[in-house]
């Protein structure tokens, strides 16, 4: 099948660029002795997760005990939950996994260490717990060093789980790496205090799992850090341009749309809107627009409706004719393959795989 | 099965209030003698299509193809299209549905009208083609009354297609009613100028199809208008109440959510994000915050992430504990719907039926 015979919207990912952004990271990564495990919440998607392991990663990274199902029904065998799971019905699905699955999870109150203890302890099983630490982004995770140890204690005397370490999220580096820099020694000075507490405390981290893509060829300068769990650099997206973390020439995913309307002057409206792209805002610059037409710079996203896609044509010298396609890099991937059942694999023009977006939806 | 059974995140429908919502425009519609085609956008599913349909509509309105293939299928056989068709491939498709349900599309352009009729004509059926008429929201639509006419020619002279009449839809409306009344005077101006240039052209519009929810019970303000597409009435949401145009009392639809974390002052943090209630904004006001929490108002949902939803519980006297479960009102009902596999029908705190969202995902 050729691109021109799929129907749209459509995502498309060009495999040429994402098999080089997996090589190159996984490079990265060996050379500087850091385990990867990258976030599936990106793709959503078992056959990818596979050739991320083939590219070297240790294991994933999950954001919902739906889609550590999903991955672990294709074959997966290392996973980190990397969201706080408290109540009784998730810990025993996970439990249920870890029959068959190594299932590490990452938490940041007693409430969910005893939750996950009892169920481990009921389903026989074990399971590796991650205590989060609140590095600056001020969403999940223990303020400071004192509030590790004592979770980190906790679970050291909680039966069928055990401490592995700490994990946390820069979260507030999606910047330019000019300005990562000066991000970085406080979320350092705050790793190093956690670090060597643990250590007094006799509960040294084994595993410091930590890292973002806009952060991720920088893992290296995170103090003590042995995992990196970035998600988007396969892909790539707007975000990734505005932070200048990735260049056009390394964004693989783009959507394909259809113009259907022309008749609002300066105006051309394309079949995507929010239900296709999400409505994830850009988080540079002047954080307008919805989109990069690579095509035709000039010609700006500027508004959604659900199912149509608002295009400014008015600075652009191009004429948007009715039944035209063209390709648009999203502002947010995970958000927008989280849109569609499908993701299409190409090679040039040719589509050569068809995926299912098999966590999809999978939100509990 | 209890409220109190389900795991989250879970999308809550109140069946009293979406009953009384259903009934209370039906009524409006059927005192005022007006059709009402719901848009099933909102939700998605057909049992509550049917439910429209018994409840006095004259058929339904979808925004893509797939979404009237999923309904079709479920026997209701008069459905608009409220979406220009530009494509072979989507108006074969409608052909094919056309040999048993009654399609209408609407369309703002040549081109849309000559692949409807050659693919009516090679299926052997008949499509009702409605003009889009741009009346300031700018979206698509035909500029004035004279390019209304001249589409309508078009159409008149195609063969297995015919002029119904003209579509419009008030997307700039969505404001308090007082603000209504002056956005009113333009539209019907325009509704005035094209109907009377059709008549005098002898192509008499026999259906004018316009009004959305925030608009609603103006509906038989807007001059000639035979038929209305309201998809959020049955549920309304944080942006109908920023609109005042429904109260909470009529909001049916709400996303139950449990607490995860509360590690970090001043927030807790619950079950969902970008990824369960969508990240659409809220269109009144200072445009800040992600849904309402009907129990507690001093709580803002003030962020996203993908999973993570950061209420900022500093104004409030409650303390968020981790495991309790919370009811969100999101700011956008039919993309938080989009989000889900399935949706709860609760009466108190039963969940009397289990709906799945069938057309969720179908974007071709």
Redesign the interface.
Known sequence: VDIDEL????VIVDLDVMEKNLTRLATYCREHNLNLRPHT?THKIPALACMQLEHGAIGITV??VGEAEVMAACGINDILVA?????P??ALRLAALAERTQISISL??T??AE?LSKRAREQGVNFSLLV?V?IGF??????DEK?AVTLAKTIANLKNVHFSGIMFYP?HMLVKPESQSALLRPVNESLDRTLSALDRAGLSARVVSGGSTPTAYRSREFHGVTEVRPGMYLFNDRNMLGAEVARVSDCALSVLV????????G?A?I??G???F????FLSGDGTGFGLIEEDPQTTFEAM????G?LNVSRSERRYR??ERIRIIPNHV??TV????QVYGVRGNRVEVVWEVAA??K??
Chains 1, 2 share one sequence.
């Open positions: 129907d749209t919207p459509a919440k954001a919902k969201y706080p799971i408290v109540t019905e998730k940041d109150s409430e969910a939750v989060e609140d001020h969403r999940c995770g223990v303020s509030a979260g259809t113009v259907v309307s022309n008749a609002v002057s105006r409206i079949d995507g929010s239900k296709t999400s409505s994830d805002r409706s659900e199912e149509h608002h009715i039944g995970c958000t989280n849109m569609h059942h999809q939806g939100l509990q």
